[in-house]
């Protein structure tokens, strides 16, 4: 193999692993999420909040989630640059036989995803870094009353509902070009990769999108 070439697949390795990574912390950012949605007036959440805030171990994992993101953002863009130079066309993921619509637009979900997720640090992490300003009268770091007040407004809502629609497909799409990526991918057990990957994004997806769906309709 020439440079090049493993230089490109040493790419499509680190975006595949961070991609992993910051799918198993969804998860646990999900299950915290979700807390505030029992109806016990915040108390789990903001139990289970204060223990990540001041945790080391959790502080230092929050530096290579921030990584994480870094990396899995910088690499997919050089990848749909480098693949948009080469083939003179539309975006391809790692195999040429994947023809779905997603999978062909898989940079573009991405690019949402990203979009979004300014969105989301701007309204809570930023403010309780005091990088933005938290709604009136709220403490920078009482995430829980910051919920109530902001997805019970309709637009923020739609934004946050229509952007883990969009999270939902890519997430479907990098499960599995993940597993492919790194050799996992057989056809012996390729449609329970499938399968996994499908119920793993409608779970994620679902379940953030429960929350303002919550606080809107339910609270």
Known sequence: ??????????????????????????VVHL????????????ESFRAAADFMGHNPFVQAFEIVLFGGFILHIIIGIILWIRNTIARGRGYKVWNKSETSFFSKYMFHTGMIVLAFLVFHLTNFYFVKEGLASPPDGMAKDDFYNMAIVL????????????????????????????????????????????????????VIS????????YFLFIY
């Not at 193999?1 to 969804?26: E, P």
């Not at 979700?34 to 109806?39: D, P, Q, V």
């Not at 997805?151 to 229509?162: A, M």
């Open 151 to 202: 997805f019970q407004r309709p637009l923020f809502s739609i934004i946050y509902l229509v952007s883990f629609l969009f999270l939902g497909f890519h997430l479907n799409h990098a499960f599995q070009s993940a597993f492919q990526t790194l050799g996992w991918h057989h056809s012996k057990y390729a449609s329970y990769v499938r399968g996994f990957g499908t119920l793993y994004a409608i």
């Open 31 to 42: 299950y915290i999420n979700l807390l505030m949605t029992k109806n016990d007036g915040g």
């Open 1 to 26: 193999m020439n440079s090049q070439l493993l230089s490109s697949l040493g790419r499509k390795l680190a975006i595949a692993l961070a991609g992993l990574f910051l799918m198993v912390f969804l």
């Open 206 to 213: 679902l379940g953030f999108a429960y929350i303002p769906v």
